[in-house]
């Protein structure tokens, strides 16, 4: 994948690649100074708690159970 001048990841296609960069020099998109679009950040952040407030409480259960078995398995 391509990168930009500060390392950010750019679309391998031309076309893309080019329309993602005038978007970029316009103010369209937003670019952190790590190169990530700082909406997509902002989203990151509440992912996880996004998604088990739209969870049961079994099957949150369910989840915890499967990662703690995951990890017992790892450490063996």
């Known amino acids: ?22 978007r ?3 103010g369209e998109i937003e670019v952190t100074d790590d190169g990530k679009n700082a909406a997509a950040v902002a ?3 509440m992912g996880g708690k996004a998604r088990a407030a739209g969870m049961s409480a079994r099957k949150r259960k369910e989840i ?7 990890r017992w398995q790892k450490s063996s």
């Open 1 to 22: 994948m391509p990168r930009g001048p500060k390392g950010e990841k750019r679309p391998a296609d031309a076309n893309r690649r080019a329309v993602t960069v005038a």
């Open 24 to 26: 970029i020099a316009t």
């Open 43 to 45: 989203l990151g952040r």
């Open 64 to 70: 915890a159970k499967k990662a703690a078995a995951a």
